[in-house]
């Protein structure tokens, strides 16, 4: 493919994506995959270029540009060999017209900013724009991280987390053999450092009611070496499901999962009702703090799509509150960054619940608020989050 036919590659993948954000419609990896199925002409090279060309026009736009052709001529403001490919040839975007003006760059939806958590600065939100980190978290139980870095033969040990290696981008885990043989995990170290501020220990039973694919779980029963009850479970049966082969991976056997219904979790949670001595709340968010990783989910985003955030984020607070014994803790954590998902929330939760208070994590980093602590690429370089940890009261 000529460089212009990539960039018009680029501009139709790019009115797909915009069309696609303003419903539920597929996420930008998922487009761009089919996209290519399309164009099985598209060589290795081509679609590297096409996909750089598509991510960059993404994390330029906080909000959905007018269009591909928009989104593209804006970028190639920044970028002379990009406006050079807009030449009328075969397969390539029709020449740049006088006063067609490209889309202004902008790092997230305007009526957004207000919402951030007061104790973050511009550096913070404008972090999140940047390009995300390779993490990987070593099964300590199983090996050492110096002799994993050695093995890795790349790679630097994480800032936060004494399980942490950061990797460089494109390093391909998952064919490595530490990764075949359980001994990595591909994680974030904010998320690392979440399932550390839980503070799990032997003997206990542990929750997670958020799980997912498991990798908090996983961590922290790495952690007590498996010397603990864990429950995984999750309302989603296809992201629970992803954690069987997961923790086999890891040769884990041990946890038990439960899949749970909307709205009526407390029916096959009645048996933990008061008896978790930690429950782990890594409860779904508006995922701003990933956008590093999924720049277009600020497409998505919505007044609201966030107030029913919220009261879901409120409502597995209640039920998962009810869970913890007395002198158990509440471990809740969001990879959001704004103040009715983190602080405002569990503000809300403490005047609900006075016989919870607020104690410190398990670990010490962090931005302190009033509650609880944020994390921020920019002065973290994890992933953005808020957690909190509260204790329930004898």
């Given at each position: 493919?000529?460089p212009?036919?990539?960039?018009?590659?680029?501009?139709?993948?790019?009115?797909e994506?915009?069309?696609?954000?303003?419903?539920?419609?597929?996420?930008?990896?998922?487009?761009?995959?089919?996209?290519?199925?399309?164009r099985?002409?598209?060589?290795?090279k081509?679609?590297?270029?096409?996909?750089?060309?598509?991510?960059?026009?993404?994390?330029?736009?906080?909000?959905?540009?007018q269009?591909?052709?928009?989104?593209?001529?804006g970028?190639a403001?920044?970028?002379?060999?990009?406006?050079?490919?807009?030449?009328?040839?075969d397969?390539g975007?029709?020449?740049?017209?006088?006063?067609?003006?490209?889309?202004p760059?902008?790092?997230?939806?305007?009526?957004?900013?207000?919402?951030?958590?007061?104790?973050?600065?511009?550096?913070d939100?404008?972090a999140?724009?940047?390009?995300?980190?390779?993490?990987?978290?070593i099964?300590?139980?199983?090996?050492?991280?110096d002799?994993?870095?050695?093995r890795l033969g790349s790679g630097?040990?994480?800032r936060?987390?004494?399980?942490a290696?950061?990797l460089?981008?494109?390093?391909?885990?998952?064919?490595?053999d530490l990764?075949?043989?359980?001994?990595?995990?591909?994680q974030?170290?904010?998320?690392?450092?979440?399932?550390?501020a839980?503070?799990?220990?032997?003997?206990?039973t542990?929750?997670?009611?958020?799980?997912?694919?498991?990798?908090?779980?996983?961590?922290?029963?790495?952690r007590?070496?498996?010397?603990?009850?864990?429950?995984a479970?999750?309302?989603d049966?296809?992201?629970?499901?992803?954690?069987?082969?997961?923790?086999?991976?890891?040769?884990?056997e041990?946890?038990?999962?439960?899949?749970l219904?909307?709205?009526?979790?407390?029916?096959?949670?009645?048996?933990?009702?008061?008896?978790?001595?930690?429950?782990?709340?890594?409860?779904?968010?508006?995922?701003?703090?990933?956008?590093?990783?999924?720049?277009?989910?600020?497409?998505r985003?919505?007044?609201?799509?966030i107030?029913?955030?919220?009261?879901?984020?409120a409502?597995?607070l209640?039920?998962?509150?009810?869970l913890?014994?007395?002198?158990?803790?509440?471990?809740?954590?969001?990879?959001s960054?704004?103040?009715?998902?983190?602080e405002?929330?569990?503000?809300?939760f403490?005047?609900?619940?006075?016989d919870?208070?607020?104690?410190?994590?398990?670990?010490?980093?962090?931005?302190?608020?009033?509650?609880?602590?944020l994390?921020?690429?920019?002065?973290?370089?994890?992933?953005?989050?808020?957690?909190?940890?509260?204790?329930?009261?004898?």
């Amino acid at each position: 493919m000529t460089p212009a036919a990539r960039v018009q590659t680029a501009i139709e993948i790019l009115d797909e994506i915009i069309e696609a954000t303003k419903g539920d419609g597929a996420a930008a990896d998922v487009i761009l995959k089919r996209a290519f199925k399309q164009r099985r002409y598209a060589g290795s090279k081509d679609r590297r270029a096409i996909r750089e060309h598509v991510y960059d026009a993404i994390r330029r736009h906080g909000a959905p540009p007018q269009s591909g052709r928009a989104a593209m001529i804006g970028l190639a403001g920044d970028e002379r060999r990009l406006r050079e490919a807009f030449d009328g040839s075969d397969y390539g975007p029709q020449p740049i017209m006088d006063g067609e003006a490209g889309e202004p760059a902008s790092n997230l939806p305007e009526w957004l900013r207000d919402r951030f958590d007061p104790a973050l600065n511009h550096g913070d939100i404008l972090a999140l724009s940047d390009r995300a980190p390779l993490d990987i978290r070593i099964n300590r139980s199983k090996i050492g991280r110096d002799e994993a870095l050695q093995r890795l033969g790349s790679g630097e040990p994480g800032r936060l987390s004494d399980r942490a290696i950061r990797l460089p981008s494109g390093f391909p885990v998952e064919q490595h053999d530490l990764f075949q043989e359980g001994l990595i995990d591909i994680q974030d170290e904010g998320s690392q450092l979440v399932a550390d501020a839980a503070g799990a220990e032997r003997g206990m039973t542990v929750v997670d009611l958020c799980a997912g694919a498991g990798g908090k779980t996983l961590a922290m029963h790495d952690r007590v070496e498996g010397r603990a009850r864990f429950i995984a479970c999750d309302t989603d049966r296809q992201r629970l499901r992803a954690f069987a082969p997961r923790a086999e991976r890891t040769g884990i056997e041990d946890v038990e999962t439960r899949l749970l219904n909307p709205g009526r979790e407390r029916e096959v949670l009645g048996d933990l009702r008061d008896t978790a001595d930690l429950v782990l709340i890594d409860t779904p968010c508006s995922g701003t703090g990933t956008w590093r990783r999924n720049p277009e989910a600020r497409w998505r985003l919505t007044p609201e799509r966030i107030g029913r955030i919220a009261a879901l984020q409120a409502h597995i607070l209640d039920y998962g509150a009810d869970l913890v014994r007395p002198g158990g803790h509440l471990l809740y954590a969001v990879c959001s960054l704004l103040h009715e998902e983190g602080e405002g929330q569990i503000s809300a939760f403490l005047a609900r619940r006075s016989d919870f208070r607020k104690v410190e994590p398990a670990i010490d980093h962090g931005i302190v608020t009033a509650n609880g602590r944020l994390l921020s690429p920019a002065r973290h370089g994890t992933d953005g989050f808020f957690f909190a940890r509260l204790q329930r009261a004898c």
